[in-house]
């Protein structure tokens, strides 16, 4: 695991001669500068099946959903499961499109890990858990999924950025530093200058008219802004 | 075999997940958009995201509308200027729904009088009232407003012709380059004319001046009043003497 260390940028007349780092718009090159291979099969000495755990899709991605080492990405805007032959796609897509001496391509999400089971078909009901068929990562609403990053610009990288968020399972959208923070502000504005006196929050936590009755516990937890995996747009 | 049947009629608009759900129910997290119920669907639609309202979207769409005809607005305004120079009175009336009949009256009656009932748009007026030294009579043109104008202030024939049709309300009037409002019409036209006015200015200027020479003259005219009564007592004296006299005269 690569331990980056966080330059911290303090302004002065020298800031403009020796302050490079990422945070200032700087371009930092790593050693490998191409997405590397994602194993279809994580290695492990016992091999475990699990179960489904679906909210591992659904909410909002609360850490994983900011930019690291490169300036442009995909950020999924909604919930979903990725394959190996998803990360496959975005590995020979990208890596096919960037140039490796000044652009560089690295991977925020790991490689397969929560084992899928299948039973077969045409099998009957009963007769134990199937056995794993697949290995997946699982992504929630907001999360980066691969970041881009170089002396290059957003018009250079977009194209084949876009191309590779319409492939994935659920929907993504192309976004740089400023556009990502710029969406980020502007849900957090919404929430503060809604002129509603009346929140979904508000009514669901008070229970108000008993409306707990048609609520899930996924409405305490999201506000009504998430539906399952889906995020519903227009909420606050 | 009935499962698999029920889950093909889930994604209905109407289907409730009442009793179904209880029977099958799917999971929280699903591939398809599962049916909100009503109430949640009130719930969603109550507590939506209301965004604030700016100032500056409320103003704009009003300017836009003085921009229409501005040749029409132009003759207008140089016919207001007009009036506005050769009339002494101009008076600010409200006519709530007169009749055509009505107001042929009244414009009959007021002409004999040399009053004009002239008819201008509102936004005209205010535009020329900012403009000009009028400006405090901007606020009397709201609502449907008619302006009588005349050269000479005749404010008493006005109101008295006024009073003959109670729809029209008087609500200012500028006399003179002085705005006044209902009461102050009303006062002057109680004032008496000018030759009055004058005479008792000038009585009363008059009246120190008087009193004081009547009290410088009131001591000699005092001692004159004396002395006519003495001369007049004498007189009366030598007459009640005389007439013995002439008495005696003429009896002797």
């Known amino acids: 695991m690569n331990l980056l260390l966080k330059s911290v940028c303090r302004g002065g007349p020298a800031a403009a001669l020796c302050c490079r780092s990422v945070a200032c718009g700087g371009v930092v090159m790593p050693e490998r500068t191409k997405l590397k291979f994602m194993d279809k099969v994580p290695t492990l000495k016992k091999v475990r099946r699990e179960m489904k755990r679906l909210k591992d899709i659904s909410g909002p991605e609360r850490k994983l959903n900011t930019f690291t080492t490169g300036h442009y990405g995909i950020v999924a805007l909604g919930g979903g499961y990725l394959h190996w032959g998803h990360m496959e796609m975005m590995r020979l897509t990208i890596n096919r499109s960037i140039d490796s001496r000044t652009m560089f391509a690295v991977w925020r999400i790991d490689a397969p890990y929560k084992p899928i089971t299948s039973k077969g078909l045409g099998k009957r009901m009963g007769g134990g858990k199937g056995a794993i068929d697949h290995y997946v990562t699982p992504v929630r609403y907001g999360r980066l999924v691969v970041e881009l990053g170089g002396h290059c610009e957003l018009g250079e990288v977009e194209r084949v950025l876009s191309e590779v968020a319409k492939k994935l399972p659920f929907p993504a959208k192309v976004v740089s530093r400023e556009s990502l923070a710029a969406m980020q502000q502007e849900e957090a504005e919404k929430l503060l200058n809604n002129q509603n006196p009346w929140t979904f929050e508000q009514i669901a936590v008070s229970n108000m008219l008993g409306i707990r009755k048609v609520l899930s516990p996924m409405d305490l937890r999201h506000h009504g802004r998430f539906a399952g995996k889906f995020r519903v747009p227009g909420r606050v | 075999?009935?499962?698999?049947?029920?889950?093909?009629?889930?994604?209905?608009?109407?289907?409730?997940?009442?009793?179904?759900?209880?029977?099958?129910?799917?999971?929280?997290?699903?591939?398809?958009?599962?049916?909100?119920?009503?109430?949640?669907?009130?719930?969603?639609?109550?507590?939506?995201?209301?965004?604030?309202?700016?100032?500056?979207?409320?103003?704009?769409?009003?300017?836009?509308?003085?921009?229409?005809?501005?040749?029409v607005v132009a003759f207008l305004s140089k016919q207001v200027k007009a009036t506005f120079q050769q009339s002494k009175m101009i008076a600010v009336v409200q006519n709530n729904s007169t009749t055509a009949e009505d107001m042929l009256m009244l414009k009959h009656r007021l002409r004999k009088h040399d009053i004009f009932v002239k008819f201008f748009p509102n936004q005209v007026m205010r535009d020329y009232l900012a403009n000009s030294k009028y400006s405090n009579m901007e606020l009397l043109f709201i609502g449907p407003t008619v302006l009588f104008v005349s050269k000479e202030p005749k404010v008493k024939e006005m109101l008295q012709i006024l009073r003959g049709s109670p729809q029209m309300v008087l609500i200012g009037a500028c006399v003179e380059d002085t705005l006044m409002s209902r009461q102050g019409i009303l006062q002057y036209s109680q004032l008496p004319s000018l030759a009055t006015v004058q005479g008792q200015v000038v009585s009363g200027l008059n009246v120190l001046t008087s009193q004081t020479a009547a009290m410088l003259h009131r001591h000699p005219a005092h001692l004159s009043a004396l002395l006519q009564q003495y001369l007049k007592q004498r007189s009366e004296g030598t007459s009640e003497v005389g007439i013995p006299e002439s008495q005696e005269a003429t009896t002797t």
């Open chain 2, 1 to 71: 075999m009935a499962a698999t049947l029920c889950s093909r009629f889930l994604p209905k608009q109407s289907w409730l997940p009442l009793a179904h759900a209880v029977r099958h129910g799917s999971k929280a997290v699903t591939r398809h958009r599962k049916p909100v119920h009503f109430l949640k669907q009130k719930l969603l639609a109550v507590t939506e995201y209301v965004p604030p309202r700016s100032e500056g979207c409320a103003r704009n769409p009003r300017v836009s509308h003085t921009q229409q005809d501005s040749r």
